[in-house]
DNA sequence: GTCTATATCCTGATAGAC
DNA sequence: GTCTATCAGGATATAGAC
């Protein structure tokens, strides 16, 4: 890799982490192009040389930190020295934060926002994203029940009770996030703990 | 009420349904007064004459609806026929109905879309629709707890589950709307039942 | 790779006649 | 209560020099 190369990379890299605060802040319609350049401390005419629209830039915002967020819940699940059951805690844990503090799980409600504008957006986040998320989850799963600590239980369903509250909770903390009552309303560990213990009760073999 | 009143208040209506659509459609930046205007077969000077402006149209939309979805939940905390259990299945029932096909609950995305630059619409959604709905949903856990069919729960621990899966749910369907085979991926009648047997499980006596 | 300058269009909102 | 006409500003995006 030369110089350029580098260079080039590095400028996109600064690029997404600068915009993706912004989106996270002000919304996707809500941050413009040239608020954009101006925080990059460049003009618009140099941005636009280094991301062809606003929606790529949106889509390399969203992109950006999927392999480090999937490769975290692999990890575990490939864990040889963790039981099913410490492995699907220790598994929530990582989807919590994920979910609630990297880019890739705030930018939720943002891509339901562009999803109606740009529908492939909505669908390269969920197949590069949800599905491989859910099937290193539902490894988990299955682990445990081949081993006889968990019951049959559909999948669904799972998925149903296991995402569910983690998304509203991210939904909810970008919703009211100029409450300065936040973590009262919604403190994300004990949330956290409570879920697992309930997602562990759920697939207890009788 | 004279001849007058009524009609203004049919057009506010007829305004709010289309608009309503509208927003659901595309969002709350991607629809513009001249497009809400044209889709009510006016100008905009006349949709400026209802409303005082996008914002407080936009609250007209949320807000339409409130007081339907409310009284359907108290109706059923309130019903000397049900015993609590039946009341909460009801309730999650009713809740679900609510939050996929009403307005109030499929706005949801939006609010948090809009609530950075309108925090006050954030607020105003928490204190007359989020808090009132918990309250009445939370009345049904205590009558359970005290005539002994319930156990001794969280209050937000419970909130966290039980309206956690629903609220990703409506948010999952809106993000992808435009997938042919949407109710394959999320199929609400039964993910609602299984959902209410986890809630029904989780608050057992022992 | 970054700049200045510009094109083109659309935004929310208003004034004032009828 | 609805209209025509218009405002001032900001949006995305590009052309072409350096």
């Not at 993706?20 to 941050?31: C, E, I, K, V």
């Not at 949106?58 to 963790?82: N, R």
């Not at 930018?107 to 740009?118: D, G, T």
């Not at 569910?164 to 956290?192: I, K, N, Y």
Request: hydrophobic share 45%; glycine share 6%.
């Amino acid at each position: 890799m030369n110089t350029t190369e580098k260079t080039q990379i590095d400028t996109r890299t600064r690029i997404i982490a600068t915009t993706t605060d912004m989106f996270l802040q002000q919304g996707f319609s809500g941050t413009s192009m040239s608020a954009i350049a101006k925080s990059c401390n460049m003009t618009k005419a140099s941005l636009y040389h280094h991301f062809d629209g606003k929606e790529d830039l949106f889509i390399a915002c969203v992109t950006y930190g999927y392999t480090a967020a999937l490769d975290a819940l692999a990890k575990i699940a490939d864990d040889a020295a963790l039981s099913a059951e410490e492995k699907l805690r220790a598994g929530v844990g990582a989807l919590y934060t994920t979910m609630i503090t990297a880019p890739v799980g705030r930018m939720s409600p943002l891509i339901a926002e562009v999803s109606r504008a740009f529908p492939n957006v909505a669908r390269s986040f969920h197949a590069e994203y949800i599905e491989p998320q859910r099937a290193t989850l539902w490894r988990i799963v299955e682990e445990g029940q081949s081993s006889g600590a968990f019951r049959d239980f559909d999948k669904n369903q799972f998925f149903h009770i296991a995402f569910g509250p983690m998304v509203t909770l991210s939904l909810s903390r970008e919703m009211f996030a100029t409450f300065d009552d936040l973590d009262d309303h919604f403190p994300v560990d004990e949330l956290r703990d409570g879920h697992a213990d309930v997602l562990l009760k759920m697939l207890a073999a009788e």
